[in-house]
């Protein structure tokens, strides 16, 4: 046990919340929405606007896993960097700096 308080879990899928307002989201193979996740640990960076960190990164001719995902509040990218691994960026009002 990590010893992180758990907030939800499904099929494949786990996630906690720190108290820092980082995430620790845990996804199993059985989880189909994450397939893209073909290296292992995804760590996400944060951005003032994930629609902005899309365009940059599109722009540097770096591969896009998706659009971005979320709403307006809250939403997150995934791509896959040129060292080969896929990484995230998340926005949102409820993570602190």
Do not use: C, I
């Not at 971005?68 to 995230?88: C, I, K, M, S």
Request: aromatic share 10%; proline share 9%.
């Amino acid at each position: 046990m990590l010893g992180v308080p758990l907030v939800g879990a499904g099929p494949g899928f786990a996630w906690s919340k720190l108290p820092n307002s980082s995430q620790f989201e845990v996804f199993g193979p059985a989880e189909s929405d994450h397939a893209h996740f073909t290296t292992r640990p995804v760590p996400e960076f944060l951005a003032e606007d994930v629609h902005a960190a899309a365009a940059e990164l599109e722009a540097a001719g770096v591969e896009l896993l998706g659009p971005p995902q979320g709403t307006a509040e809250e939403g997150w990218l995934h791509f896959r960097a040129p060292d080969g691994n896929v990484y995230g960026v998340t926005s949102g009002a409820s993570y602190r700096r």
